[in-house]
């Protein structure tokens, strides 16, 4: 791990930072019919010429017209319940997906794993730690660069592998308590390698306070809190 990377084992408090660990308070048939009559053989004693004989209009067409009419109105009949039934099927996934808090709680950015920065026996360490219900550990970057106050930052947040809860992070500066960064959920095992800030800071270096909220991950409602204590450097 390099130095501008923290790791606490905070008690989830509002507001303290520290590095020790405490309590965190989904067939038809062919129509067209070739019935009797359609064509008559001349008598064997006639000496006419054979001739084919019409069928009759009335007799033999109407059936052939209208079972066509009556299958395609059937068969349309079906064909629309069937796209009432998608559509509503759809729309009803759709509000689900919209209305479940657990669909919209994790960050876009979250990359399952561990930091990238660690060592394969750092991340073997992270693998085998334990942390004991009630307890929260938090990581972060001690110093985030940007090149200027609209480019994204490296500040390597990490919920590890061994923590119990799901987690939030907030960054605020401590001057005036404005919060620049918001993080979405990331659960155990995953982390957000850069951020961007939703303030647009003039070059400088900041200090702030990054909170972390240990959240449940069946209630998704916040357990407690973590702190630790970060610097931005705005280049330009």
């Known amino acids: 791990m390099t130095d501008e990377d923290t790791q606490y084992d905070n008690q989830p408090t ?10 965190a308070d989904t067939m038809g048939q062919p129509l067209g019919t070739d019935g009797p009559g359609s064509n008559t053989r001349p008598s064997s004693q006639s000496s006419q ?8 209009p009335d007799a033999a067409a109407a059936p052939a017209t209208a079972k066509p009419k009556m299958a395609r109105k059937k068969r349309n009949t079906i064909i629309a319940v069937v796209l009432v039934l998608v559509l509503a099927l759809a ?29 394969p026996e750092e991340i073997q ?27 994204p930052g490296k500040a390597y947040i990490e919920n590890i592998p061994a923590n119990h809860y799901n987690m939030k992070v907030a960054i605020t500066l401590d001057d005036s308590g404005e919060t620049v960064y918001e993080s979405g959920g990331l659960a155990p095992g995953s982390f957000i390698e850069d951020i961007t800030l939703t303030k647009d800071l003039d070059p400088g270096s900041y200090p702030v306070t990054a909170t972390f909220s240990a959240i449940d991950a069946e209630s998704l409602k916040e357990a407690g809190k973590a702190a630790a204590k970060v610097t931005l450097i705005v280049r330009g």
Do not use: C, H
């Open 91 to 119: 729309g009803g996934a759709t509000w689900w997906f919209l209305s479940n808090p657990a669909n919209n709680f994790f960050d876009p950015n979250a990359k399952t794993g561990q930091a990238p920065y660690k060592t």
């Open 125 to 151: 360490a992270e693998l085998n730690r334990i942390v004991e219900e009630g307890m929260f550990n938090i990581s972060i970057a001690s110093v985030i660069e940007f090149e200027n106050g609209t480019a």
């Open 14 to 23: 509002s507001g303290e930072s520290g590095r020790q660990q405490a309590p």
């Open 49 to 56: 010429p054979q001739q084919a004989l019409p069928l009759d």
